[in-house]
């Protein structure tokens, strides 16, 4: 079965710093471009990181450029999120996606469960 | 860039067919052949329902369509069923290689 698992998730200060891990299953993640899209509470989608199957290809959305870091581990079949100078606004439940298959930034045809992370003193 | 403009909510009886806007910009939607529509219920995972404007994925209901005219997308849901009920979100590729969602519609099945 096709899976990603989000964890690393929790409460951190304003300021403060956050790895989140995703766990690929069901799949070779080498062949994939991955991306991470987050949801604040009682809000939209919003895309924050894209990272092609290689790893060499890396994009940000504004809100997050400088800030947050994408990587991923062919080995571990894992990606991350490192996430510094953490903000209120960035509370969120935060969503490992997939593209489809010879796509890239989309179709996102696998998301995981999400992680939640909540930024407050 | 700036979220596409869908309706807050929209509503339908079962057996109806309802849609969706998405208005963007030639940035997006405009530009690119690249909308994708997403189901979504509450405290769930979103779910892919339709890719490049009109094509279906496995596993999605063929009562889900796509289209598209100028800077504004459509999904299109016919026979509607109380299942139908949830969230959906349009997306697009945008210019500068980002994805851009938008804001989202709640559907309710009177």
């Known amino acids: 079965e096709v899976q990603l698992v989000e964890s690393g998730g929790g409460l951190v200060q304003p300021g403060g710093s956050l790895r989140l891990s995703c766990a690929a299953s069901?799949?070779?993640?080498?062949?994939?471009?991955m991306n991470w899209v987050r949801q604040a509470p009682g809000k939209g989608l919003e895309w924050i990181s894209y990272?092609?199957?290689?790893?060499?290809?890396?994009f940000y959305a504004d809100s997050v450029k400088g800030r947050f870091t994408i990587s991923r581990d062919t080995a571990k079949s894992s990606l991350y999120l490192q996430m510094n100078s953490l903000r209120a606004e960035d509370t969120a439940v935060y969503y490992c996606t997939r593209d489809k298959i010879g796509y890239w930034l989309g179709p996102l045809d696998v998301w995981g469960k999400g992680t939640t992370v909540t930024v407050s003193s | 860039q700036s979220a596409l403009t869908q309706p807050a909510s929209v509503s339908g009886s079962p057996g109806q067919s309802i849609t969706i806007s998405c208005s963007g910009t030639s940035s997006d939607v405009g530009g690119y052949d690249y909308v994708s529509w997403y189901q979504q219920y509450p405290g769930k995972a979103p779910k892919l329902m339709i890719y490049?404007?009109?094509k279906r994925p496995s596993g999605a209901s063929n009562r889900f369509s796509g289209s598209k005219s100028g800077n504004t997308a459509s999904l299109t849901i016919s026979g509607l069923q109380a299942e139908d009920e949830a969230s959906y979100y349009c997306?697009?590729?945008?210019?500068?290689?980002?994805?851009?969602f938008g804001g989202g519609t709640q559907l309710t099945v009177l």
């Open positions: 069901g799949f070779t993640l080498s062949s994939y471009s």
């Open positions: 490049d404007v009109t």
């Open positions: 997306c697009s590729y945008a210019s500068g290689s980002t994805l851009v």
């Open positions: 990272i092609g199957a290689t790893g060499s290809t890396i």
